[in-house]
């Protein structure tokens, strides 16, 4: 009497296990294996970024008027560069991320947005309506949870 019931305690514990394992996947997958690890990259990266910003800014507020220009080119440039570097990085960690997710229903709209709110500047998974008027209505409204967005750039997944 015993092996039925064990059989049967399999086969309960099998189905949840395999509904799990189809909840972590898709958009749910996106938001929870996803998302946090790129919002931690962006977010490291633009610390990175004001604080070389503002030494550069800092270095050259000595320089004489004339020399005032060259000096913010040459100690600045290199933080935009490596910026936007690791900012590339970012995106091809939550796109291999987001295609490891998959698959996805067909004529979805799915964008990674970088955006600067007033604190910080952050990214966040958004699943956009393709059939809306207003594309990035939706991935305005994810990266504002944390407050005003100010610019905001996409790029799809």
Do not use: H
Request: one cysteine or more; aromatic letters at 6%; proline letters at 4%.
């Amino acid at each position: 009497m015993m092996r039925p019931f064990a059989v049967v305690i399999l086969v309960v514990i099998s189905f949840l296990l395999g509904a799990e394992a189809q909840a972590a996947s898709g958009v749910d997958c996106v938001k929870t294996q996803c998302e946090a690890k790129g919002r931690s990259c962006v977010e490291t990266l633009y610390v990175a970024y004001e604080a070389c910003m503002k030494a550069g800014n800092k270095k050259c507020m000595s320089a004489l008027p004339a020399d005032k220009f060259n000096c913010l080119r040459t100690e600045l440039k290199p933080c935009a560069l490596t910026r936007n570097e690791k900012q590339d990085a970012c995106l091809v960690d939550v796109r291999s991320c987001y295609a490891s997710c998959g698959p996805f229903e067909s004529g979805r709209a799915d964008f990674w947005c970088v955006g600067e709110l007033a604190t910080k500047t952050t990214g966040a998974f958004c699943a956009a309506d393709p059939a809306a008027a207003r594309l990035m209505d939706n991935c305005e409204k994810a990266l504002s949870s944390e407050g005003q967005v100010g610019a905001m750039t996409c790029e799809p997944l």
